[in-house]
């Protein structure tokens, strides 16, 4: 009986465990900077006691950002993705590497050049991890579509 209930009880915060959604919010935008030329903006608002990872964590570590574009034959992508928010950067004990992360908001940004005079759309997909200082939420890949014209 006493196993049953040990069982049943694992189960339950398993279920618990899986069944979380990410805190994180995104917001995905484009600037034009001027013509024909935007910065494409994900934007992440990640609550206390949160953080998520930069795109650049070393290997052996955790899930860093990443941030992919589907191929559009209108846009041209210039340069990396830069990041701007409050970043840290720890030697993590679970991992055993220095890991860089964000709290708080933080902006992914991309430039991008229309190829011709158009109205088109950038596709693409964020993957991120979030973790507090006990546990680690599962990865979470997030689409989106950002409007040019």
């Known amino acids: 009986m ?17 069944s979380q959604t990410s ?6 935008t484009a ?12 934007a992440a ?10 795109q650049t964590t070393p290997s052996g570590g955790p899930l860093p950002t990443k941030i992919s574009f589907s191929p559009n034959p209108l846009l041209s992508i210039s340069g990396t993705i ?11 004990k679970s991992f055993g590497v220095d890991v860089i ?9 991309q430039s991008v050049k229309l190829k011709a005079v158009a109205k088109t759309s ?4 964020v993957e991120y991890m979030v973790c507090n ?14 409007i040019l014209n």
């Open 122 to 125: 950038l596709h693409g997909t």
């Open 2 to 18: 006493a196993k049953l209930f040990l069982v049943s009880i694992f189960l339950l915060f398993s279920m618990q465990t899986w």
């Open 82 to 92: 830069a990041e701007d928010g409050k970043v840290k950067t720890i030697r993590d």
């Open 45 to 54: 608002t990640v609550p206390a006691p949160w953080h998520i990872y930069s």
């Open 31 to 42: 600037q034009k900077k001027s013509t024909g030329i935007y910065d494409i903006k994900l």
């Open 133 to 146: 200082d006990n546990k680690c939420l599962p990865p979470v890949t997030i689409p989106f579509d950002i």
């Open 101 to 109: 992360y964000f709290q708080g908001n933080v902006n992914f940004v």
């Open 23 to 28: 805190p994180v919010n995104w917001a995905f």
